[in-house]
């Protein structure tokens, strides 16, 4: 089926995001991939109906969001993930598929999350360009980031770009729908002239999981991209998300900038840096980044990227003998995953962990020689 056209550009920002047309595109975003889901194969079932619904409440503004589903995942750490109805995961696209280009001309060049052509291995690309061009690297992350993102302020950035009341109201409704999902994994963080109270009660927090915010992240940093790039006018610097990365030739430099970034975090943002953890360290020692750890000549994967790679490979290879994973989808899986690392120097590595698993066939006694079931699993040794 062909693309769906663009809304018509003369419609106001609000008409552009309820129109079909823009409600087909978000549907096959939200979709791609996740088409043999049930709620998302019950939604495929009555496509045009369910579209047309949500057209209409949008643009009588009936429209809400429903409850979050919650689950956690604890690979590479735990993390809680609010999972939308797959109705409102179309809502999320649609909103970002016309609120996006209006930000990205205003967003850095170096800002790699969740952004056309800019993923995990341009970041990675250009931290190696760095790395052989300057002396010392500054490392920073943000602490609890999602979890402490201040919606009052995330609210006045959007309100500056976005000038349609209509966006802003589903905006609104889908900042309040998820403002509790966090809200145990939030450590009350006073600032300067900070009431205990006041501050508790501030609303804040992104879902781990929406598509809104990831777009809404990168929205939240954009002050500290420019702050970071014009005012402190350091030439290498890129962010993924909330880790970020100054490059320097000396190492006062960069603690000055460190000092500087603490102070505007906490003035403009509501945010707190990981002190400890944000260090001033040679390039030549490597930089941890990514799941990566990265050198000026070579690129190496981090320990425990590996061994999560493993305890998963055991468990595709047990649901496979157990017959509720077929050859299809593990092997889809693992090249997935054999691809992102062999933007490192992974061969010896890739070849090991793929040898450490053995797959046998669904009914195989264990006390049957083990034995490769198929072709497809086969050509898994082959790809790495």
């Known amino acids: ?6 809304p018509p550009a003369d419609l106001t920002l609000y008409e552009q995001l309820c129109s079909f047309e823009n409600l087909l595109r978000a ?6 991939g996740k088409r043999s889901r049930p709620d998302v194969a019950q939604f495929d079932y009555h496509l045009e109906g369910q579209l047309l619904r949500l057209r209409d409440e949008l643009a009588h503004h009936t429209y809400r969001p429903g409850p979050y589903r919650r689950y956690t995942i604890r690979e590479p750490k735990e993390r809680i993930i ?20 209006r930000f990205e001309r205003r967003f850095i060049k170096d800002s790699y999350a969740n952004r056309t052509g800019k993923g995990i291995h ?4 250009r931290c190696t360009h760095f790395a052989r061009r300057y002396r010392y690297v500054l490392r920073c992350d943000i602490v609890q980031f999602f979890p402490s993102i201040d919606l009052t302020i995330l609210r006045r950035l959007l309100a500056r770009v976005v000038r349609d009341d209509d966006v802003l109201a589903l905006c609104d409704l ?3 729908g998820g403002a509790h999902e966090l809200t145990e994994q939030y450590n009350l963080v006073l600032y300067p002239g900070d009431d205990p109270a006041t501050a508790a ?41 909330d880790d970020f990365l100054l490059f320097a030739d000396d190492k006062p430099t960069l603690h000055r900038w460190k000092a500087a970034i603490i102070t505007f975090l906490a003035t403009h943002l509501r945010l707190a840096l990981h002190e400890a953890e944000s260090t001033v360290s040679p390039v030549t020692t490597g930089i941890p980044f990514l799941g990566f750890r990265v050198y000026p000549d070579h ?67 264990p006390e049957a020689p083990r034995r490769e079931p198929d072709a497809g699993i086969a050509r898994l040794r082959q790809d790495v």
């Open 122 to 125: 341009s970041a990675l690309d």
């Open 1 to 6: 089926m062909e693309s769906p056209a663009l």
């Open 82 to 101: 609010s999972a939308a109805p797959f109705r409102d995961r179309v809502v999320h696209h649609a909103l970002c598929n016309v609120i996006t280009p």
């Open 299 to 365: 690129r190496l994967l981090r320990r425990r990227n590996g061994l999560a790679f493993v305890r998963r490979l055991r468990d595709m290879a047990e649901q496979y003998h157990a017959g509720t994973l077929n050859a299809d989808t593990t092997g889809s899986r693992v090249r997935g995953w054999v691809a992102h690392v062999a933007h490192g120097d992974t061969w010896g590595l890739r070849s090991t962990l793929l040898t450490a698993v053995t797959f046998s066939a669904p009914g195989d006694q």
């Open 174 to 176: 889908i900042l309040v």
């Open 201 to 241: 009660a501030r609303p804040r927090g992104l879902p781990i999981g929406n598509q809104t915010s990831q777009f809404w992240a990168n929205c939240y940093l954009n002050p500290l991209d420019h702050f970071i790039t014009e005012e402190l006018r350091c030439r290498a610097y890129l962010r993924y998300v």
């Open 27 to 32: 549907y096959r975003a939200a979709a791609r």
